[in-house]
Nanobody, 117 residues
């Protein structure tokens, strides 16, 4: 079964940058929306950013101006460039792919991002 594989998480100081990547482990067709979500203990998973197949982006207010989502459809890969990181950005980040034409989505296993003050 195809899985989403994330990379790029880690520990960074406040003000620093990280770049997350997510790609499927095998062939995947008709990906519509790609996105990033995050979750901290005891809280619900929240949207960080999404990008449609047409390139339209959507960001959480808390990350606007600091994070940039992009996609490479030739590689079926989504990226999240995170700049000016804050301690409150600390979370497990999950990528999400929503397929076109069918009601189905994939989730990554999560990658930890820790921002120290």
């Amino acid at each position: 079964q195809v899985q989403l594989v994330e990379s790029g998480g880690g520990l960074v100081q406040a003000g620093g940058s990280l770049r997350l990547s997510c790609a499927p482990s095998g062939t995947m067709y008709s990906i519509n929306v790609m996105g990033w979500y995050r979750q901290t203990p005891g809280k619900q998973r929240e949207l960080v950013a999404t990008i449609s197949s047409g390139g339209r982006t959507n960001y959480a207010e808390s990350v606007k101006g600091r994070f940039t989502i992009s996609r490479d459809d030739a590689k079926n890969t989504v990226y999240l460039q995170m700049n000016s990181l804050k301690p409150e950005d600390t979370a497990v980040y999950y990528c999400n792919f929503k397929l076109a034409f069918v009601s189905f989505e994939y989730w990554g296993q999560g990658t930890q991002v820790t921002v120290s003050s």
